[in-house]
């Protein structure tokens, strides 16, 4: 068995004091960065949530209060829309496909040890309420959130 890492305990830790932890990983090349959460489903039932293309301090935010809402008893549901989420806007919760878990929640798949976890993304629109499958979605930003779902869209 390998020895935990600073990383692993931290995770460990604020699963055990807070019901979650947050990993923020930094976009590159391949792809922009993202956030997502792990513990929502060994704490609440709920599933995990991933948001792809903001700001770190934005997504830990977001993901925090998401998750603070899961501990006040609130649910997300795949194919939803909320408006408490982003002020202003409408956010759409999608279910994940396994098959991207390895490229996005590899810190899901070691705490779960495997892929027997639900995890939703949270996909918002641009300033001016544009969705990344319309065909208004700005050609600058076509890579800034991909959707993990590829039935829905």
């Given amino acids: 068995m390998t020895e935990l890492t600073k990383g692993d305990k931290k995770l460990l830790s604020d699963i055990e004091q807070h019901g979650w932890h947050v990993v923020l990983v ?9 956030g997502y ?19 770190f301090d934005l997504m830990h935010i977001l993901i925090n ?9 609130k649910q997300y549901e795949a194919d939803h829309y ?12 999608v279910k994940v ?6 490229d996005y929640v590899g810190y899901n798949l070691w705490y779960y040890k495997g892929e027997d976890f639900p995890l939703l993304q949270c996909i918002y629109p641009t300033i001016k309420g544009v969705y990344p499958w319309q065909k208004e979605w700005p050609e600058g930003i076509k890579d800034l959130q991909p959707i ?6």
Avoid: A, W
């Avoid at 209060?65 to 501990?71: A, F, M």
């Avoid at 909320?82 to 919760?93: E, G, T």
């Avoid at 496909?97 to 390895?102: F, G, I, L, P």
């Fill in 82 to 93: 909320y408006d408490d989420i982003l002020d202003n806007y409408q956010c759409l919760m």
């Fill in 97 to 102: 496909d396994k098959q991207y878990y390895r």
């Fill in 148 to 153: 993990l779902n590829k039935e829905n869209r």
């Fill in 65 to 73: 209060n998401i998750g603070e809402e899961i501990r006040s008893g």
């Fill in 37 to 55: 959460s792990v513990g929502l489903y060994t704490t609440f039932n709920h599933p995990e949530i991933i948001i792809i293309g903001l700001k």
């Fill in 26 to 34: 930094g976009g590159d090349e391949t792809g922009p960065g993202f």
